[in-house]
């Protein structure tokens, strides 16, 4: 064996099995590269509806604030990172779409409150919002210092408390609304070495079907997505392997959904998940409401 190609098999180690503990984390943050997902530019479900999506500077975030504009949605997004968020709105508006990125950390209530605000200032209302702001981790419990549980929970849960506390009084008074929360598939069954992660990911299940039954009769839908193995640049960052060769990195990814993605054995993109927040946004199931919504390749469904 020659030194390459030991240093191959030695990332192919490392990639796999930090894969098993790690990928189904990234879900909420996902980037993912685009696999035969048809485009949908010809459905107008969001024509002169206003979209507002937070964590949209990457992944699914990203995806879905481009699907929506595409379908005629007035989109205003945001993310911390202000270079992402203006490549977004250029591309969406290129594309004739109507698009308007903020800076906002929503780990800052009062942020998020101005945010939502400005946009229903700007756009004149407010009717879909996609809370899909998160982060991830991968640590023992005891590992965890108390600074990153702050973080996270701060992020997953506080973040999507604020943003529906903000958005929902305008929701009501324009008479309803939609909105879906990104969760995860660890909402449902979990892994070793996610016990924060797992715990803000169940939190926001709570919030959502509580908030279905508090709104439901006001006319505001709130569902929950529960994305499982997405394709994440957070991932491949965490793992070191950012750098690699893309066929080897998605050579190691289809070898690991082979074994762990039991339906379609394949990890998923961040495009097929936006196109599910899109379906629980839109007013194509109105009797669809505080529902938890999988979409894993059937990874979960697997004894």
Known sequence: MTTKDTMR???????TAALGSTAVLAADVACGSPVGVPSVTNRRRFENKVVLV??????????????FAAEGGKVAFCGRREHLGQEVQQRIRQSGGEA????????????????????????????????????????????????????????????????????IPHMLSGGGGSI????????????????????????????????????????IRVNALCPGTIDTPLVRRQLGVE??????????????????????????????????????ASDDHPYLTGSTFVIDGAMTVAL
């Open 54 to 67: 937070t964590g949209a500077t990457s992944g699914i975030g990203r995806a879905a604030a481009i699907a």
């Open 243 to 280: 750098h690699l060769p893309e066929e080897e990195v998605q050579a190691l990814a289809a070898e690991w959904a082979r074994a762990n993605v039991h339906g379609l054995q394949r990890i998923g993109t961040a495009e097929e998940t936006a196109q599910a927040a899109l379906m629980l």
């Open 100 to 167: 308007t990125y903020y800076r906002v950390d929503v780990r800052n209530p009062s942020e998020v409150k101005d945010f939502v605000d400005a946009v229903v200032g700007q756009y004149g209302g407010l009717h879909v919002a996609f809370n899909n702001a998160g982060i991830s981790m991968a640590k023992g419990l005891h590992e965890v210092s108390m600074e990153e549980w702050n973080d996270l929970m701060d992020t997953n849960v506080r973040g999507v408390f604020a943003a529906m506390h903000a958005q």
């Open 9 to 15: 098999f030695e990332r192919r180690t490392l990639l």
């Open 180 to 219: 879906v929360v990104t969760s995860s598939v660890q909402a449902l069954a979990t892994r070793k070495g996610s016990s924060a992660y797992t715990a803000s990911k169940r939190a926001l299940v709570g919030i959502v079907q509580a908030a279905a039954l508090e709104y439901g009769t006001l006319g």
